[in-house]
């Protein structure tokens, strides 16, 4: 089955869900592996799974030009070609530049400032992960991370992934960095199963860690199988292998010389922070190329 994005993947619902419980215990000084940023709070924002969620207060259009999600976002079901996935297409004239609002699944920080968490994937959690015992990794190797991120419109949010217990505090220390250079990214929730089978709609744009899959057209396991990699912003950062663009409606921003918000360029801030903890970037790769993706296996 297709999935939106080369390797968070993933279609985002048109709406939240409930947010989960978080049985977790916050993180020292986010350092590992060589890495450095902002200490996280000794304190992370409370979910409980009786929570809804919340969507930012903002106006139609911000300061920094963000604007809320198109109603049509993630409903558009792309026609599977004879190849066995959709071909890239034009994209929209309100994604080209792509600056949505952010919605909170995860109650967003009150003070505004970087919080972090690091504990157990629990059972809530893991019934809506990909995880099952057919994965390569043992549950209990896994760790579930919330971090703070900053969205397109410069708000302060909460977002959740799902790592590999030896990487957990160099992730934490990544998005502290990101967080700290005001970095923009538009959505970070742990990957469903219903988002890996969903008919794709190529507009994804869920930055993540955890799936349970192999490697795209291989039959080894993904990093992300593992929990040892991580996508952010696919949209503006998408994979390409010959005429195969994902997500496919990014096509805009295969242009890297745009340099718009949320992309990912040699020489800022994202790529520094993930080579600070010892992680690769998939953009450095030639085929196929995948903007996207960081790993610390290099694969």
Known sequence: MLVLAACSAGRPSAAPARAPSTPAQSTPAASARGGSGPA??????????????TVTAAPSRSDTGATPAPDWLSTRELHVGPAGWPEARVTPPELRDRRLVTVDYLP?????AFHATVGPVSPVIQRRSTWSADCPVALSDLRYVTVGFRGFEGRAHTGELIVHRTVARAVV????????AGFPIERMRVTS???????????????????????????????????????????????TSGPRVLPELATAYLDRARHLPGMITPAGPVVAAFRSVGWTWGGGWRSPTDLMHFSSTGH
């Not at 996280?40 to 969620?53: E, G």
């Not at 967003?108 to 505004?112: E, K, L, Q, Y």
């Not at 220390?173 to 700290?180: E, I, M, S």
């Open 193 to 239: 199963p219903a988002e890996v089978t969903a008919p794709p709609t190529g507009d994804g744009n869920t930055t993540a860690a955890f799936v349970c899959r192999p490697i795209r057209g291989r039959t080894t396991w993904s990093a992300h199988a593992y929990g040892l990699a991580i996508d952010v912003n696919p949209f503006q950062n998408p994979y």
């Open 173 to 180: 220390a990544v998005f502290g960095r990101l967080f700290a």
């Open 40 to 53: 996280p709070s000794s304190a992370a924002p409370s979910t409980s799974d009786a929570a809804r969620p």
């Open 108 to 112: 967003p920080p009150a003070d505004g």
